[in-house]
């Protein structure tokens, strides 16, 4: 599975934003989806994650209650609303695929296809 992630941008502190994953080639049904983040001089780290049907999401601890993570198998999509936005949440973000039958992991060594990232700046 290929996949595109686009929707980033430039925000103030306390803006939104939502991120969009677009895949192509198998069904994005098959597969978890995971947003991980990667700043400045830090390793990647996971932001958040959905089951292949919706109905199950994980969070990191600071983008519980700001961030939501869904999906729409029927156009092959997820996507990351980001509220409240804040400059720690600055970097380049990522989606990425896991096939479904592995289960929901945090760690980016779990996921096999990767998108290309789109760049999240939040300005103070």
């Known amino acids: 599975v290929q996949l595109q992630a686009s929707g980033g941008g430039l925000v103030e502190v306390g803006g939104s934003l939502t991120l969009s994953c677009t895949g192509s080639g198998p069904p994005l049904s098959s597969y978890f989806v995971g947003w991980f983040r990667e700043a400045p001089g830090k390793e990647r780290e996971f932001v958040a994650a959905?089951?292949?049907?919706?109905?199950?999401?994980r969070y990191r601890q600071s983008a519980k209650g700001r961030f939501f993570v869904s999906r729409d198998n029927a156009k092959n999509t997820g996507h990351l609303q980001m509220n409240g936005l804040k400059p720690e949440d600055t970097g380049i973000y990522f989606c990425?695929?896991?096939?479904?039958?592995?289960?929901?992991?945090?760690?980016?060594?779990?996921?096999?296809?990767w998108g290309k990232g789109t760049q999240v700046t939040v300005s103070s």
């Open positions: 959905i089951s292949s049907s919706g109905d199950n999401a």
């Open positions: 990425a695929a896991r096939r479904a039958f592995l289960g929901m992991t945090d760690y980016p060594s779990g996921y096999d296809y």
